[in-house]
């Protein structure tokens, strides 16, 4: 009992040890733990559950705009990596590699799969053949390894779950739109309804850019301690992928042409920002959306009375699990406080309480995580306050980040005030740059801010470069990030 105590207790300071706070939450919430295998995470059962669910909003969206789901090989050849030069340059260092089968050394060694762009690419260019094939809209489920040297629960481990979307399209400006569609109507309503975290959308830089695309989008969500995540990105890759590959088709004119592609994908480091954005000093705040168990039923017993209110507690999951995803917790040798600590901890939703006192008012006891709120409600109205709650609760977590990022952007136009704000402050500083790479690599060594995205919105107005000094008309927002 005393070491189950400590499970609900021992949670270091969010203000004081915001990384080692954020491992005791996923860890203590059950989300995911270590394995003997360095950089590697196993994800348990309610951690997968929020990543199921999560999944689930995002799927049904991608297959809302047209797309249908694959699946390709881990496995990619060489030779096949290698195709795209500055696509293999950019993930040559994270590349593990299988050279033997069994006890046979292989004639030609294989990447386990770093992204899929060469392995889908090869068969892209099997299946066009003619205008009528195209579009080609595909995404698949799949697990992803990259030999990371730094590595924390789902934020960056060496292998990670994601989905990756990969399209083909006769033009130019069809690949576009796909890109901004996937960007906006696809990731940025996922993001921001059904894990209400705000996010600011843009362009990457060049330097920053995917290796070998075109043009990279980006989602950029702040987390609570004034670092940025990628929350999502998606890629016009052009025509680069289809002229290493060969990928062609016979265009209604009678004219060979190049396809146009984009890849885009979004990560289970989407759960790590969930924690980061909502969390508390008492554990996970999980939107009610994805939230694995969204009311917990916590029967208040004494002995006498425990038969009783045991049966009340089931007939309450009995109506409520027809609409949302309800647990009671019957657990004996616990007391009821420490069950509150622990579903606290684990950022359920809504608690509901029952015991002999609300038995006899014919009433139920609802709890909300996010304000710590205690409401008493009537039975017969159970189902439509626990609809309501949610729904609100849902909305206040979003809007409660919102407000913490639109407070934590600010402006300027001098370098040192710039370095101050960065290591004191963190957060956003949205500045004028100048386009250099030299400067954006200078700012980066020396603050270790990088450029998040070049917002799509411009003012008309111009500045200097908040390095060099040189006129500009390009606003940036500046960040550290994960």
């Not at 003997?36 to 196993?42: H, L, N, P, Y």
């Not at 990596?81 to 299988?98: N, Q, R, S, T, Y």
């Not at 109506?319 to 069950?339: A, C, N, Q, S």
């Not at 386009?435 to 500045?463: H, M, N, V, Y």
Request: proline residues 3%.
């Amino acid at each position: 009992m005393e070491k189950d105590m400590e499970f609900v207790k021992e949670i270091a300071s969010k203000e004081k040890n915001f990384p080692q706070w954020y491992v005791d939450v996923v860890r203590k919430a059950e989300l995911a733990d270590y394995t003997t295998i360095k950089g590697c995470m196993v994800i348990r059962p309610y951690g997968y559950g929020l990543w199921e669910n999560m999944q689930a909003g995002l799927d049904r969206r991608i297959k809302e705009t047209g797309h249908k789901n694959a699946y390709f090989p881990l496995f990619i050849p060489e030779s096949l990596l290698k195709k795209e030069a500055e696509h293999v340059e950019g993930f040559a260092p994270e590349v593990a590699w299988v050279t033997y089968g069994g006890s046979q050394k292989l004639e030609e060694r294989m990447a386990i799969r770093p992204t899929s762009e060469a392995i889908i690419c090869s068969l892209y260019s099997k299946w066009v053949r003619s205008w009528r094939d195209l579009p080609i809209l595909l995404n698949q489920w799949v697990n992803i390894v990259r030999w990371e040297k730094v590595t924390r629960l789902f934020l960056r481990t060496t292998e990670f779950l994601w989905q990756e979307g990969h399209t083909a399209h006769k033009s130019e400006q069809e690949a576009e739109e796909e890109t901004l569609k996937i960007l906006n109507q696809v990731y940025r309503d996922y993001i921001e309804k059904d894990l209400a975290i705000p996010v600011i959308v843009g362009r990457k830089t060049e330097k920053e850019k995917f290796a070998g695309a075109l043009h990279t989008y980006t989602l950029e969500a702040l987390m609570s301690d004034g670092k940025m995540l990628q929350a999502g990105t998606s890629h016009n890759l052009g025509q680069n992928f289809a002229k290493a590959f060969n990928i062609k088709f016979l265009d209604e004119d009678q004219q060979e042409k190049y396809v146009w592609q984009t890849s885009w994908g979004t990560t289970t480091r989407l759960v790590g920002a969930l924690v980061m954005v909502h969390g508390d000093e008492r554990g996970l705040k999980l939107p009610p959306k994805v939230a694995p168990v969204q009311v917990i039923i916590v029967p208040i017993m004494f002995d006498k009375n425990k038969k009783e209110v045991l049966e009340k507690g089931e007939s309450i999951r009995t109506i409520l699990k027809k609409d949302f995803r309800v647990e009671i917790d019957i657990r004996d040798g616990y007391t009821p406080g420490w069950k509150f600590n622990e579903w606290e901890m684990r950022g359920v939703p809504l608690r509901l309480e029952i015991g002999p006192k609300d038995m006899a008012q014919g009433q139920v006891m609802l709890v909300r995580r996010d304000t710590g709120e205690k409401i008493a409600v009537k039975e017969e109205k159970l189902a439509e306050t626990v609809k309501e709650l949610l729904d609100n609760i849902q909305e206040n977590l979003f809007t409660r980040a919102k407000k913490f990022l639109e407070e934590n952007i600010r402006e300027t136009s001098d370098y040192n005030e710039f370095k101050k704000i960065i290591e004191k402050q963190r957060g956003l500083i949205k500045t004028y740059w100048c386009g250099s790479k030299d400067c954006e690599d200078k700012i980066k060594e020396e603050t270790k801010a990088s450029i998040r995205c070049i917002p799509f919105e411009q003012e008309e107005a111009s500045g200097k470069c908040i390095y060099c000094g040189k006129e500009s008309s390009t606003l940036v927002y500046f960040a550290r990030a994960y």
